[in-house]
């Protein structure tokens, strides 16, 4: 079933896609190609509307293999996503209601192509940089477009982070490989994640990384229970200190007990 899409040029040349306020894509037109970033649950035709903003060949870039940033892959021939997502993306595709809705569409998932970190992506005039970042599934990355200094983080980094799923690496693992990342923060004015509606401070960056180092260090008496469709587990609510740009009031790391 078709849901409203929302498009709107956040910098020349960039798009933010907004389906249903459900999930975020991507849209970055170089000189001589153009990327999309992440292709949310396709309920609307995204290859259409990208032809109705570019006529530059288009590559597909998913930053990680959950569905609400890789159902959409079925209205393009390929994608690109961190092998370290396939038995994740795979178990999400072979699903039999997916699997239906796409015979009753006529559509298929396309196959996947491997891209990795360290990998670069020429648009030409524009380039987007990948950097791995596990923790909130196994093969996430993220992606860096240099020249205007956005960083790309899918869900891996935002203010709503969600890591009570399977699959999620323990926090311990995920704090170790952001601080492997941190540097982005002075590569980057602004982020554009997963769910987004406008443009982030990079400063949600540390913001972040500071919530989780302080459920690493046990500092989780206040933590709340967070009710979700698959169960209950917790909420670490996190703030920036007096220095920090990001002035967001509530934002949160879901997670589970044992999975610290």
């Not at 975020?24 to 396709?42: F, K, Q, S």
């Not at 569905?67 to 039999?96: C, K, S």
């Not at 200094?149 to 926090?171: A, E, Y």
Request: hydrophobic share 40%; with cysteine; charged share 25%.
């Amino acid at each position: 079933m078709d849901k409203a899409l929302y498009v709107r040029e956040v910098r020349p040349g960039i798009y933010l896609m907004d389906e249903a306020h459900e999930a975020t894509g991507y849209l970055v037109i170089g000189r001589d190609r153009a990327c999309v970033i992440d292709t949310m649950n396709g309920y609307t035709d995204l290859g259409r509307t990208v032809k109705g903003l570019t006529d530059k060949p288009v590559v597909v870039v998913n930053t990680h293999g959950h569905p609400d940033h890789i159902f959409g892959n079925v209205y393009f021939q390929e994608a690109y996503m961190n092998p370290g997502d396939g038995a994740l993306a795979r178990g999400f595709i072979e699903d039999p209601a997916f699997q239906a809705a796409c015979r009753e569409r006529g559509l298929a998932m396309p196959p996947f192509r491997d891209i990795l970190p360290g990998d670069v992506i020429d648009l030409g005039g524009r380039t987007l940089e990948v950097y791995g970042l596990p923790g909130h599934t196994p093969g996430g990355i993220l992606l860096l477009l240099r020249e205007d200094r956005i960083l790309f983080t899918g869900d891996s980094v935002n203010h709503h982070l969600w890591m009570q799923l399977d699959g999620c690496l323990p926090l311990h693992a995920f704090l170790e490989a952001l601080d492997r990342v941190m540097f982005l923060q002075e590569e980057a004015d602004i982020i554009l994640h997963g769910h987004a509606r406008d443009v982030d401070d990079i400063s949600l960056m540390r913001c972040m990384r500071e919530g989780i180092a302080e459920i690493c260090a046990g500092k989780t008496q206040d933590d709340a229970p967070y009710r979700w469709f698959d169960g209950v587990d917790l909420q670490h609510a996190y703030r920036c200190d007096p220095d920090g740009r990001y002035q967001q009031s509530e934002h949160v790391i879901c997670y589970r007990a044992d999975n610290v």
